[in-house]
């Protein structure tokens, strides 16, 4: 899986939900792969990109409504838009 894929399709399911609503990883990682173990497999990529885009400033990583590093452990994060509320 290339990154670009995966930033696209972080952009496509932001896209298809309201301007403020927040997604989670594993909703791109179900959109790119069939079953569960390769989803799964595929989360550490989708933080990966995630944070690429986040460094960028386009995407907003969240936890508990909290700016944080997508790479950073500590539990389930949301990605939304960077001017998101």
């Known amino acids: 899986m290339n990154d670009a894929t995966i930033a696209r399709t972080i952009w496509t399911l932001l896209d ?7 997604i989670c990883p594993s909703d791109v990682a179900r959109a790119l792969a069939a079953d569960e173990k390769s989803w799964r497999a595929l ?3 989708i933080r990966r990109v995630a944070a690429a885009l986040s460094d960028e400033g386009a995407l907003k990583v ?3 409504g909290v700016v944080v590093d997508a790479m ?3 539990g389930p994060i949301r990605l ?3 001017g998101a509320g």
Request: glycine share 16%; no cysteine; aromatic share 0%.
């Open 80 to 82: 939304r838009r960077a």
């Open 62 to 64: 969240t936890r508990g």
């Open 72 to 74: 950073a452990g500590g």
């Open 16 to 22: 298809a939900r309201s301007p403020t609503s927040s």
């Open 43 to 45: 989360m550490p990529e």
